[in-house]
Every structure is written in structure tokens, then in C-alpha cells.
């Protein structure tokens, strides 16, 4: 029987919690990775850390509020303690409402400029110090279409998501001499809680459904299929790809 994929690698999800995060960290166990899923619901990660162990590798949960450079690093730390190493980082966490740009607060700018981009500044720095002195690594940041193109109330978000794809590209070109890899995967819609959240608001939920009419597979993604590409990137089938922005958006983007 062959080994799998990333058997004997260590991964870190952050927002592993749930949705896509939580598809990306069973994909990975599925490859044979052990993998640590750092989020803040201490109940979500601890199902998610339960669940992984079940693929026959070790499963982690962290909890972490990924928004300060202190619970980044202590987190990251925590979690590369506790595998021993950490060779594979996926920046996941994420989030945003669909709102008008007029009607939004400066509270509400932070949180998801703190959540989107900050945190996968931090988390980034930290795990790129133990990868750059121990040959090598991956880092996987989950970006959205939004930020390659924009979209009407998430202004802010999309800004967010569009640093993330600039930091994939400029980590890219600087990590490479160290043996670190650094791709990003941009989903389209996905069905995630977050999309359910906003369906809620009539309101934003018109907004979604027009966006889904121009989407030419005319549905959202499911998670599972945004793990896929993760796990491509986290593989050696990527292995000479490195500062790629990959659209999983059932061709709503073609960029």
C-alpha cells in the first residue's frame, strides 16, 4: 500500500471550526496529516479535533481569537508544540456581512479587517519562522473572489481579501530561498454558516441570489470543494507552484 499523501506532516487550519475550515481539516487527516484546528468556539474545534482522530491521526484543537499578533503566536506556538512542527499552515479564518459600504460602522471595518488580513499577517510570521529554520513548508491562504474583483456590499471585505492575495504573491517571492511554499485558493460563494447567516437578512439575501444567477454553474460551492484545492497546494503535486491565486468559483471569475 502506498503512504499517503501528507502522511507524517503537520498541519495547522485556523477558523477550523467549521464550514470550510473544518472540510479543509478533515481533507487533510483524509491525506494523513495530524492536524491542529484553531478557532475561538472551543466547542466546534473540540467536534473537529474529535472527528480528525477517527482518520487514524492525531487531532488538535486550539482555541484562539486570531485578531491580536499575542493570540496568534501563542496559538500557532500551541499548536506546533503540541505536533512537534508544523509544515503545513492553511490561513482560513474568515468573515463579513453583506452590507452597504454608507450604512457600515468603524467597529465593524475592523473586525473584518482584523479577521481577514491581520490575522493571516500574524499567523503567517509566526509559522514562517519555524518553517524557514526546519527545511521547508506550506502555506495555504484562503482569499475569496471578492477580492479579485469586488462585490457590492463587501467593500471592506474585498479590501481584506485583496491584502491577502498581495501578501500570498509578495510571501511567495521571499520565501521560496527557504523552502516555503505560499498559494492562495479563492472561493466563490460557498454554503457555508457564514452565507447562511446573511440569508437571513432579506435583504442581503436578495443580494446573494442575484450574485448566484451569475455564477455560470448557477450554484454556490460546497466546502468539500474548496478543501480539494487547498489540499493540492498543501501537496507535492504542487510542489514547483508557489505565489498562484487558484479561483474554486464555479467560473464566476475567470481571472
Same mark, same amino acid.
Given at each position: 500500500?502506498?503512504?499517503?499523501p501528507l502522511?507524517g506532516?503537520?498541519?495547522?487550519? &485556523? $477558523?477550523?471550526?467549521?464550514?470550510? +475550515?473544518?472540510?479543509?481539516?478533515?481533507?487533510l487527516a483524509?491525506?494523513?496529516?495530524?492536524?491542529?484546528?484553531?478557532?475561538?468556539?472551543?466547542?466546534?474545534?473540540?467536534?473537529?479535533?474529535?472527528?480528525?482522530?477517527s482518520?487514524?491521526?492525531? !487531532?488538535?484543537?486550539?482555541?484562539?481569537?486570531?485578531?491580536t499578533y499575542?493570540?496568534?503566536? &501563542? $496559538?500557532?506556538?500551541?499548536?506546533?508544540?503540541?505536533?512537534? !512542527?508544523i509544515?503545513?499552515?492553511? /490561513? /482560513?479564518?474568515g468573515?463579513t456581512?453583506?452590507?452597504?459600504?454608507?450604512?457600515? &460602522?468603524?467597529? =465593524?471595518w475592523?473586525?473584518?479587517?482584523?479577521t481577514n488580513?491581520?490575522?493571516?499577517? =500574524?499567523c503567517?510570521?509566526?509559522a514562517?519562522?519555524?518553517?524557514a529554520?526546519?527545511? !521547508?513548508?506550506?502555506?495555504? /491562504?484562503?482569499?475569496?473572489?471578492a477580492?479579485?474583483v469586488?462585490t +457590492?456590499?463587501?467593500a471592506? =471585505?474585498? %479590501? %481584506?481579501?485583496? $491584502?491577502?492575495?498581495?501578501?500570498?504573491r509578495?510571501l511567495?517571492r521571499?520565501?521560496?530561498?527557504r $523552502?516555503?511554499r505560499? /498559494?492562495?485558493?479563492?472561493?466563490?460563494p460557498t454554503?457555508?454558516?457564514?452565507?447562511?447567516?446573511?440569508? %437571513?437578512?432579506p435583504? *442581503?439575501? %436578495? *443580494?446573494?441570489?442575484?450574485?448566484?444567477?451569475?455564477i455560470?454553474?448557477r450554484?454556490?460551492a460546497q466546502?468539500?470543494?474548496?478543501?480539494?484545492a487547498?489540499?493540492f497546494?498543501?501537496?507535492?503535486a504542487?510542489?514547483y507552484v508557489?505565489?498562484?491565486?487558484l479561483s474554486?468559483s464555479?467560473?464566476?471569475?475567470?481571472?
Amino acid at each position: 500500500m502506498p503512504s499517503k499523501p501528507l502522511g507524517g506532516r503537520r498541519a495547522v487550519v &485556523t $477558523g477550523g471550526g467549521r464550514g470550510i +475550515g473544518r472540510a479543509i481539516a478533515h481533507r487533510l487527516a483524509l491525506l494523513g496529516a495530524d492536524v491542529a484546528v484553531l478557532a475561538r468556539t472551543r466547542a466546534e474545534i473540540d467536534r473537529v479535533a474529535g472527528e480528525i482522530g477517527s482518520h487514524g491521526v492525531r !487531532g488538535v484543537a486550539i482555541p484562539a481569537d486570531l485578531r491580536t499578533y499575542a493570540a496568534c503566536r &501563542t $496559538g500557532i506556538d500551541a499548536a506546533r508544540g503540541t505536533l512537534g !512542527g508544523i509544515e503545513i499552515l492553511v /490561513n /482560513n479564518a474568515g468573515w463579513t456581512l453583506t452590507t452597504p459600504f454608507l450604512e457600515e &460602522t468603524e467597529e =465593524y471595518w475592523r473586525r473584518v479587517i482584523d479577521t481577514n488580513l491581520w490575522g493571516v499577517i =500574524y499567523c503567517s510570521r509566526v509559522a514562517l519562522e519555524w518553517m524557514a529554520e526546519h527545511g !521547508g513548508g506550506v502555506i495555504v /491562504n484562503v482569499a475569496s473572489d471578492a477580492g479579485r474583483v469586488g462585490t +457590492g456590499g463587501e467593500a471592506v =471585505y474585498s %479590501a %481584506a481579501k485583496g $491584502g491577502v492575495i498581495a501578501l500570498t504573491r509578495s510571501l511567495a517571492r521571499e520565501a521560496a530561498s527557504r $523552502g516555503v511554499r505560499v /498559494n492562495c485558493v479563492s472561493p466563490g460563494p460557498t454554503e457555508t454558516e457564514v452565507l447562511a447567516e446573511n440569508r %437571513a437578512d432579506p435583504a *442581503r439575501a %436578495a *443580494r446573494i441570489e442575484r450574485m448566484i444567477r451569475l455564477i455560470p454553474m448557477r450554484r454556490v460551492a460546497q466546502p468539500e470543494e474548496i478543501a480539494e484545492a487547498v489540499a493540492f497546494f498543501c501537496s507535492d503535486a504542487s510542489r514547483y507552484v508557489t505565489g498562484q491565486v487558484l479561483s474554486v468559483s464555479g467560473g464566476l471569475t475567470m481571472v
